[in-house]
């Protein structure tokens, strides 16, 4: 009777062996805090990311918030389990927030536009700005150092004197505008889309041929600065991924580029955020391209 309590009490642990070691947790590095987009990106997601995730063995999902790009850059170099991530491609501009992108851990690319726009009751025209010797002071986002050069480029080809205020986030930025505090501003689509809901104007697109949806033209069209096209990127990432794992999850995006997430379309929608490079579109190395050149246009 002794013998088969322990052979029983051994087939238990041994179960209980085996749900702990296959029941692997899936975790969502962000490099930013809960209340930004990149979280509601992932939040819309989740319930894909969960189905294709038990598919593959990894039976559950953990959100873990980094705050800001830095330490979300030592949460992934530290990370020991399977992991995905979202990555503004201009961090990487910065040592200390960089993220290598490789052939095997890309998943898909992002891109979108920066505009210039002016906040509700302003009386700045698409004229006025940017005519010579234009001092007005025009809020931005991170990375710092990228925006700051990419003025002076365009204040020496344009003849005008615009002051670059640096934020943290573009959403602070708007906040700025909205309170007075900065004339105008160079944002992305989703929170100036915000700043033209409130009854403000957007002027230009550094999109190649503007953006039509809006009737905003494109800013290279009244500048000769050789930077004034130039797009915003986004990556997906993963670690710790076995290969099979690697191909669910880049099929699972590439069919919400193709619309299988109808709420991640909407979403994206509203944002003007464009899901441009995914297995179906792009293969990996062309994926590493794109975000190669966005970087060197911030350089």
């Given at each position: 009777?002794?013998?088969?309590?322990?052979?029983?009490?051994?087939?238990?642990?041994?179960?209980?062996?085996?749900?702990?070691?296959?029941?692997?947790?899936?975790?969502?590095?962000?490099?930013?805090?809960?209340?930004?987009?990149?979280?509601?990106r992932?939040?819309?997601?989740?319930?894909?990311?969960?189905?294709?995730?038990?598919?593959?063995?990894?039976?559950?999902?953990?959100?873990?918030?980094?705050?800001?790009?830095?330490?979300?850059?030592?949460?992934?170099?530290?990370?020991?389990?399977?992991?995905?991530?979202?990555?503004?491609?201009?961090?990487?501009?910065?040592?200390?927030?960089?993220?290598?992108?490789?052939?095997?851990?890309?998943?898909?690319?992002?891109?979108?536009?920066?505009?210039?726009?002016?906040?509700?009751?302003?009386?700045?025209?698409?004229?006025?700005?940017?005519?010579?010797?234009?001092?007005?002071?025009?809020?931005?986002?991170t990375?710092?150092?990228?925006?700051q050069?990419?003025?002076?480029?365009?204040?020496?080809?344009?003849g005008?004197?615009?002051?670059?205020?640096?934020?943290?986030?573009?959403?602070?930025?708007?906040?700025?505008?909205?309170?007075?505090?900065?004339?105008?501003?160079?944002?992305?689509?989703?929170?100036?889309?915000?700043?033209?809901?409130?009854?403000?104007?957007?002027?230009?697109?550094?999109?190649?041929?503007?953006?039509?949806?809006?009737?905003?033209?494109?800013?290279?069209?009244?500048?000769?600065?050789?930077?004034?096209?130039?797009?915003?990127?986004?990556?997906?990432?993963?670690?710790?991924?076995?290969?099979k794992?690697?191909?669910a999850?880049?099929?699972?995006?590439?069919?919400?580029?193709?619309?299988?997430?109808?709420?991640?379309?909407?979403?994206?929608?509203?944002?003007?955020?464009?899901?441009?490079?995914?297995?179906?579109?792009?293969?990996?190395?062309?994926?590493?391209?794109?975000?190669?050149?966005?970087?060197a246009?911030?350089?």
């Amino acid at each position: 009777m002794t013998k088969l309590k322990f052979f029983i009490l051994g087939m238990i642990s041994a179960a209980l062996f085996t749900v702990t070691t296959y029941a692997e947790t899936l975790k969502i590095i962000l490099p930013a805090d809960a209340s930004g987009s990149y979280n509601t990106r992932f939040q819309i997601l989740k319930s894909e990311i969960e189905a294709t995730g038990k598919k593959v063995g990894l039976d559950n999902v953990e959100f873990v918030w980094g705050d800001n790009c830095n330490r979300g850059a030592n949460l992934v170099s530290n990370e020991k389990g399977a992991m995905i991530t979202i990555w503004d491609a201009n961090f990487n501009l910065s040592e200390d927030c960089k993220l290598k992108l490789t052939k095997k851990n890309v998943i898909a690319v992002e891109n979108n536009y920066i505009r210039f726009c002016a906040p509700p009751g302003s009386n700045i025209t698409a004229e006025s700005f940017r005519a010579p010797g234009s001092s007005l002071k025009v809020g931005h986002s991170t990375p710092h150092s990228a925006y700051q050069k990419w003025f002076e480029g365009f204040n020496k080809a344009s003849g005008t004197n615009l002051i670059p205020v640096p934020y943290g986030s573009s959403g602070k930025v708007r906040r700025g505008a909205l309170a007075g505090d900065i004339d105008m501003v160079f944002i992305s689509p989703s929170n100036s889309n915000k700043l033209m809901k409130a009854g403000g104007t957007c002027f230009y697109s550094t999109g190649p041929d503007g953006e039509s949806k809006y009737g905003m033209p494109a800013l290279k069209s009244v500048t000769s600065f050789d930077k004034a096209a130039i797009n915003m990127s986004n990556f997906y990432a993963v670690k710790n991924m076995s290969k099979k794992q690697i191909k669910a999850f880049r099929q699972m995006f590439d069919d919400i580029a193709q619309g299988k997430s109808s709420e991640f379309t909407k979403w994206t929608g509203t944002k003007d955020i464009y899901l441009v490079g995914t297995i179906s579109t792009m293969s990996t190395k062309e994926m590493i391209a794109f975000i190669d050149e966005s970087i060197a246009n911030w350089k």
